[in-house]
């Protein structure tokens, strides 16, 4: 009787088993939940990754050079300003589009996911969406064309404490005078404008931050030296000092006071932006660790029959699908509780699912002939830039108490 009993239970689980198969094929690329242009533009990007970014992602990690080739390429894409409205130049897609391609781009070269995803979602979304038509065509037109956009908010002294922010902006008639020092900003060697924040007075503390629009060769602006990265590593990021720097006052976005708010805007995208990124090397590194444990034999047997092996593979796909099913729902539905979530999971199971791809190639995992280690250092940035890890977690405790009226 029991034996029967456990029988058909054995067959209906089988028949589960066979359903869920099916449902997981087609989760796998989420391929199901998008619409016909957000799958158009999957399939672009994921082409684009397979055959011009994949084969070149390790030679440009180890030269830490920019792919000038690559931007260009994507411009050429329309991916440079991929929601930037049409009459600029962009292709006037949605957030779910913009996050499928930096996935996809990512997969193939993390370095390119990310200097395509911080241009989008940092500068050219904020322009395109809280500019005058003015700045538009200033800021704008040329960036969907070629031109590259920063963001300066970090500074030596302020980066996930905002509203300590020491760079000064003063009224001087019809300009503004910024003078101060920013840190960490990405693809600044080869930008041609950047949104700086500035305190036009310290003391009311966030709520006296203001956002310009700066030409990169204003006078008065200097770069500095490309800081050496453990990962994406072929990102530019470096500091930049502010001195007497003369913006019109037409420079500015939004009002002086509106800094803050805009800045916080601006970070809920870019984290939709890095949960896809981390989401793009996650799978990147489910692949190589898959092509790998399929290959190669221990025991007799390939590493993908061994129950660890299956077992790894098997959390790193959970870790994989459950980041991006997030990644998919703050873009379809912003909000910060959204996006500090989807960001939070993915830059953590980014790393850990890297991790799970180094175990697997034993002791190749740590060879920078093979792209285990690549992808375990590319992981680790995404619990650090668009807002640490443990902001992230705040920002989400807050929202669910604010919920719960238990603030
Ligand atoms: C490759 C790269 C590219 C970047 N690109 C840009 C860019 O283009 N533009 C830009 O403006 N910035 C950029 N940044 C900067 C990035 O956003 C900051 O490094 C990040 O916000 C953290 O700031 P911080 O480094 O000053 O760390 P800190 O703010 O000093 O935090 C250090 C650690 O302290 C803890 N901590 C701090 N505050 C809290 C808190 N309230 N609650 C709990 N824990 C806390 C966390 O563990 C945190 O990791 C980039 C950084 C990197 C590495």
């Keep these: 009787m029991a034996g029967k009993t456990l029988m058909k239970s054995a067959k209906s689980a089988l028949s589960g088993l066979q359903c869920a198969k099916s449902t997981v094929t087609q989760m796998r690329s989420f391929t199901s939940r998008l619409n016909e242009q957000q799958q158009a533009i999957q399939e672009l990007a994921r082409n684009f990754a397979n055959e011009q970014l994949k084969p070149n992602a390790s030679k440009l990690d180890l ?22 409205d049409e009459e600029y130049g962009g292709r006037g897609l949605d957030y779910l589009s913009l996050a499928v391609a930096v996935e996809e781009l990512s997969r193939g070269c993390a370095s390119t996911g990310m200097i395509m995803c911080l241009h ?15 700045q538009k065509e200033i800021f704008l037109r040329d960036f969907t064309k070629g031109a590259i956009g920063c963001f300066a908010l970090s500074e030596p002294d302020a980066g996930s404490d905002v509203a300590s922010i020491k760079t000064t902006a003063t009224p001087d008639g019809d300009y503004w005078i910024l003078n101060g020092k920013k840190s960490w900003l990405s693809s600044a060697i080869e930008g041609s404008a950047v949104a700086v924040f500035a305190t036009f007075d310290p003391s009311l503390r966030h709520k006296g931050l203001a956002c310009f629009l700066v030409p990169m060769d204003a006078e008065g602006v200097f770069r500095g030296k490309k800081e050496p990265l453990m990962g994406v590593r072929a990102v530019t990021a470096c500091d ?28 809920d995208q870019a984290r939709i932006g890095v949960a896809a990124h981390a989401v793009g090397i996650a799978q990147a590194a489910l692949d190589t660790a898959m092509s790998y444990a399929k290959e190669r034999e221990a025991f007799g047997k390939n590493l993908t029959r061994l129950p660890s ?8 796909c959970i870790m994989i699908e459950t980041a991006r099913l997030l990644t998919y729902r703050a873009a379809t539905d912003v909000c910060t509780k959204h996006s500090s979530m989807a960001k939070y999971v993915a830059g953590k199971n980014a790393a850990a699912v890297a991790d799970h791809c180094v175990q697997i190639l034993g002791g ?4 920078t002939n093979y792209d285990a280690e690549r992808h375990y250092r590319d992981a680790r940035g995404t619990q650090i830039y668009g807002g ?5 977690k705040r920002l989400v405790g807050h929202f669910l108490l604010k919920e719960h009226e238990a603030l």
């Design 63 to 84: 030269e830490g050079r920019f792919p000038f080739d690559h931007i260009k390429s994507l411009t050429d894409l329309g991916l440079m300003g991929a929601a930037v």
């Design 309 to 316: 092996v299956k077992d790894r593979l098997t959390d790193m």
């Design 388 to 392: 640490v890890t443990d902001i992230q």
């Design 364 to 367: 190749r995992g740590l060879s």
């Design 120 to 134: 989008n979602f940092l500068y050219a979304n904020l322009v395109n969406e809280k500019g005058t038509p003015e």
């Design 240 to 267: 930049m000092t502010l001195e007497e720097v003369r913006i019109p006052r037409s420079y500015m976005v939004g009002k002086a006071g509106e800094g803050f708010k805009i800045a916080m805007e601006q970070l």
